[in-house]
């Protein structure tokens, strides 16, 4: 079949092919919606807060699966319960703060019911009324009324949740390879550094399809390029899992053969500049502390968490729609627990190299804007993501889209298409 076709939407997928990619999927109002039910609602899991945030009973988080806001808690058990931050008489947040602790129950604020630490709805005020007037009807069952409760799961210190029962197991879900470089740097426990939220102009798809980008990133990032943190011309590759969903692509510390490269140069590629020094070169102090000689690894979760190391700075990173053409990011800095002052210290100089203002991403924030504007009047048209081939497998090269591809074939498989 030729046309790959969802009757609940107008729009036809051009050709069984992930190497052309339809513009409209970043516009279309009903394919957005059409996200939220079956990418964040259905059988995925998704990234909702760091173990090391909610170490103690009653401690919580707040944040979003797709559109859906949810309050991540642990129990009196040490057990990590999620559940939707909506109470279930008129539909108000139950909490507003995006961390806290309670004892033992969360109270909405509008007509104080009230939530154990499972989600459970306990206490209703008034619920006999005054004086024996008013009050809820005798035979209401508050089992019966209750937000939505995802089912959670936790890897590495990482916490995911998902409302389908269809979600198979967290392992299998990212596939060994992409796993296996989860553990590499999610190795002990950690600490949290920072954290804060980045709004972007551009369908949410569209930075996700960014991180996976190998083949940007010393061509967009002049940093990168021109201290030789990452180039096409240094060793390195990219995974990719079995349905494409997730990959993990990461560069090796070669700086040997890269000086003896000419390709940059012979392109005229604008990274090519020999004479840009440092002020403070302390910022590019680093440490092989994975003892593996890879300096850099970006790696995603389908559809939208991501966990980075670049150099010493360590980040997750998730992906929040805001409708068909805005997205918040979310940011979360990390050490290791037992990080001596001076790693904490480089830590901290390194986190100026990622982030809104980062001497590396800053440029990240603004492409994706640029592609929704480029794209306005092109929704019939398709891009050609055909670096490296056609196909989704893992290789060993970084010039290729091989990842980017990968997330498209998943995306189609989830939204059946």
């Known amino acids: 079949m030729d046309i790959a076709h969802d009757s609940r939407t107008t729009n036809p997928w051009p050709e069984n092919s992930v190497t052309r990619v339809p513009y409209w999927v970043y516009q279309d109002e ?19 807060c760091l173990e090391a945030e909610i170490p103690n009973k009653g401690d919580y988080r707040t944040n979003f699966v797709g559109a859906l806001p949810v309050i991540v808690v642990r129990d009196a058990d040490g057990a990590i319960n999620c559940f939707e931050n909506r109470c279930a008489h008129r539909g108000a947040l139950i909490a507003f703060d995006d961390a806290g602790n309670v004892e033992n129950n969360f109270k909405c604020i509008y007509h104080a019911w009230s939530y154990d630490l499972c989600g459970n709805l306990r ?37 995911f949740a998902t409302l389908s029962p269809d979600t198979p197991p967290i392992e299998d879900f990212i596939g060994a390879e992409v796993l296996g470089r989860i553990r590499r740097v999610l190795n002990r426990p950690i600490k949290v550094m920072g954290r804060f939220t980045q709004a972007l102009p551009n369908n949410w798809k569209l ?86 000689g890879i300096q850099l690894q970006i790696l995603s979760v389908f559809p939208s968490f991501i966990l980075q190391q670049i150099h010493n700075c360590l980040a997750v990173r998730q992906v929040v729609p805001r ?20 790693m904490t210290q ?25 592609v929704q504007r480029g794209i306005a009047a092109a929704g019939d048209q398709v891009s050609a993501i055909e670096m490296g081939g056609p196909t989704t497998e893992s290789q060993a090269t970084r010039a290729t889209e091989a990842s980017v591809r990968g997330f498209w074939k998943a995306y189609r498989q989830h939204m059946g298409y």
């Open 323 to 342: 409708g068909v053409d805005a997205m918040d990011l979310k940011w979360t800095y990390f050490g290791f627990a037992d990080d001596p002052p001076e």
């Open 207 to 292: 930075y996700v399809e960014n991180v996976k980008d190998t083949y940007h990133a010393s061509l967009l990032h002049l940093f990168f390029g021109t201290f030789r943190i990452t180039r096409l011309t240094q060793g390195g590759g990219v995974l990719v899992s079995p349905d494409g969903g997730s990959h993990s692509s990461y560069t090796i510390d070669n700086k040997a053969s890269d000086a003896q490269s000419t390709a940059y140069r012979d392109q005229g590629i604008r990274t090519e500049k020999q004479d840009y020094k440092l002020a403070d070169p302390r910022l590019l102090d680093t440490v092989d502390e994975f003892k593996d």
């Open 30 to 48: 009903d394919n957005y919606k059409r996200e939220l039910n079956r990418l964040f609602e259905g059988a995925s899991w998704h990234f909702v």
């Open 123 to 159: 206490g209703i005020a008034f619920e006999r009324g005054i004086n024996g007037v008013g009050g809820m009807p005798k035979d209401f069952k508050r089992e019966t009324f209750a937000p939505r409760k995802l089912r959670t799961t936790t890897l590495c210190g990482l916490v």
């Open 346 to 370: 480089r830590r901290l100089r390194q986190q100026n190299l990622v982030g809104p203002a980062g001497f590396v991403s800053m440029e990240d924030g603004c492409v994706g804007g640029f």
